[in-house]
């Protein structure tokens, strides 16, 4: 297996554009996971999905944020409009469900917003 | 108080010795534990999971988990400067599965 793939790797954007990145989780996991990391708050939930449905979403920051999961194998999360504080590792992860299991992450997106 | 807290560190330790690191969690995230290790710009990778309270080893890594004091630890034995990286201390509520990241210790093995 492929592993959780992500993309892009890097992104650059200039503040005020839009911002989607994209995660194939890896097949036959269920639960799939947002994370960001910066070096102030490290790895914070942003929001999870169970069988493609939002279960929590309270880590999402605001309303700029928003995340979607159409099937099984693909979900995006979007901030529009993108913000410097946004900057950070966004890493996606999945899992076979119930707690307690391993979490398998994405090599993460770099996003920089100038 | 934080659902999860690590010191920062860095921890730096020689190489062959042991590596110790700690982490106490809050009512919040009481369930299971994960300790994950992260590479500089790499992704996190779990090496040990523990659920119940006492001990488990798995190859040079023991972890150790005390319920009633809240604390959960690492132990990194004969350690190598392949061990360099920041391990995160994770913990899980017990409904559903939502996991919670401690900041991480940076840990430097020094040859």
């Known amino acids: 297996d492929a592993g959780v793939i992500q993309s892009p790797r890097h992104e650059v954007t200039e503040m005020g554009q839009e911002v989607t990145l994209r995660c194939k989780p890896i097949?036959?996991?269920?639960?799939l996971f947002w994370y960001r990391q910066t070096m102030m708050r490290g790895l914070e939930l942003l929001i999870y999905?169970?069988?493609?449905?939002?279960?929590?979403d309270s880590g999402m920051p605001e309303d700029r944020f928003s995340a979607k999961m159409p099937n099984a194998s693909f979900s995006t999360l979007k901030i529009q409009p993108s913000e410097p504080r946004d900057s950070a590792v966004y890493f996606c992860?999945?899992?076979?469900?119930?707690?307690?299991?391993?979490?398998?992450f994405g090599s993460g997106t770099q996003l920089s917003v100038l | 108080q934080k659902e999860v807290e690590q010191n920062s560190g860095p921890l730096s330790v020689p190489e062959g010795a042991i590596a110790s690191l700690n982490c106490t969690y809050s009512?919040?995230?009481?369930?299971?534990f994960f300790w994950y290790r992260q590479y500089s710009g790499k992704s996190p990778e779990l090496i040990m999971s523990?659920?119940?309270?006492g001990d488990k080893e798995d190859g040079r890594f023991t972890a150790q988990l005390n319920k009633a004091s809240q604390y959960v630890s690492l132990l990194i034995r004969d350690s190598q400067p392949s061990d360099s990286a920041t391990y995160l201390c994770?913990?899980?509520?017990?409904?559903?599965?939502?996991?919670?990241f401690g900041g991480g210790t940076r840990v430097l093995v020094k040859p």
């Open positions: 994770a913990g899980n509520k017990a409904a559903g599965n939502k996991l919670t």
């Open positions: 523990i659920y119940s309270n």
């Open positions: 999905f169970n069988n493609n449905v939002p279960i929590d």
């Open positions: 992860a999945s899992t076979t469900g119930g707690f307690g299991e391993k979490l398998f």
């Open positions: 009512d919040r995230v009481s369930q299971s």
């Open positions: 097949s036959g996991h269920d639960y």
